[in-house]
């Protein structure tokens, strides 16, 4: 990252629209690239199903025809700009003060509204669409660590997964697929649960829960999860990797979408995924102005398993 703006948050509205080499990540974090999923989980931005939330945003916005976003641009309109920033602002900059908002909010606008702004969205796209999975899990943890939130790529990220998912809504960009049985919970089919009916894209009404495996960053249903890492010693059986760690996540359905999502309170125990031991972060997604919101997916807790042994001991994943 260039000298200076490691520290430069999107509210400075006398710094001029960024450009690609703004969002290169730090150079510690280029090098421990291989390790990051089991060295900076907690802090890695996730997409159910995906093992790279950052891979999504490229492979969802990557491929898009230039036309495409010129569509989604004029649909937006500058009324719309103002409304889709408001509703940015609303879910990530609540604590900051009402200039900073502003200024947040002008900076969104000249993302995109301006050909330089929506030039640069689509640079970082493409980007996003041509890096390898070790460069996307460095992608991921960019701007999550402390001192780069509210930086530029922290909002970026998050404002191309409100592009996204506005462009599929519309349909102007069909849903990003993983290839193969990503869809799905990674179990094999013969060890899966009786209720492993599910895929990533559940039913409108229906709330599911996953855990997300490092580091090997595959997925399992929480039917799964007691079923497959119990018999099996905490080695993911897709890949064969041992599972260190796993992040819950929730994936809510319309219904659920229109209350908040429900929270698991803290206990004691970190040894068991059916036991999240505290709340964290949401991530939403977003229509077009007007349009009602879908689905979100909700960062739920966070678990620490440590080795095979440690989890067997403890009672494991049951």
Not at 70 to 75: D, L, M, P
Not at 103 to 127: H, K, N, W, Y
Not at 273 to 290: C, I, K, N, S, W
Request: hydrophobic letters at 40%; aromatic letters at 6%.
């Amino acid at each position: 990252m260039p000298a200076g703006q490691e520290s430069r948050k999107i509210w400075e509205t006398d710094a001029p629209l960024p450009t690609l080499a703004d969002f290169a990540p730090p150079r510690e974090l280029l090098l421990a690239a291989p390790t990051i999923p089991d060295t900076c989980p907690k802090l890695m931005k996730r997409k159910v199903g995906w093992p790279s939330y950052s891979k999504y945003l490229g492979v969802g916005l990557g491929g898009a025809p230039r036309q495409t976003w010129a569509t989604f641009n004029a649909s937006l309109g500058a009324p719309g700009a103002r409304e889709m920033a408001a509703i940015f602002i609303a879910q990530h900059l609540a604590e900051l003060s009402s200039p900073q908002q502003a200024a947040a909010a002008d900076f969104l606008q000249r993302l995109l509204l301006t050909p330089e702004g929506v030039d640069v969205l689509i640079g970082v796209s493409l980007q996003l669409y041509t890096a390898d999975l070790h460069t996307s899990h460095v992608m991921d943890v960019h701007g999550e660590r402390e001192g780069e939130v509210h930086g530029l790529w922290w909002a970026v990220k998050r404002l191309l997964f409100a592009i996204l998912h506005a462009m599929i809504r519309n349909g102007m960009r069909p849903a990003p697929t993983t290839s193969g049985d990503g869809r799905h919970c990674c179990a094999p089919p013969q060890l899966r649960s009786s209720q492993c009916l599910v895929a990533f894209e559940h039913a409108p009404s229906r709330q599911e829960r996953w855990w997300s495996l490092h580091p090997c960053m595959d997925w399992l249903c929480a039917e799964c999860c007691k079923t497959v890492l119990d018999a099996n010693d905490w080695v993911c059986l897709r890949c064969g990797t041992e599972v260190t760690n796993a992040e819950s996540f929730v994936t809510p359905g319309l219904a659920a979408a229109a209350r908040d999502a429900p929270r698991t309170p803290p206990v004691a125990s970190r040894t068991s995924p059916q036991t999240p031991p505290h709340a964290r972060d949401t991530e939403q997604t977003h229509a077009l102005p007007g349009e009602e919101d879908a689905t979100q997916e909700t960062e739920v807790a966070w678990s620490e398993h440590g080795s095979p042994g440690a989890s067997h001991a403890a009672g494991g994943p049951a």
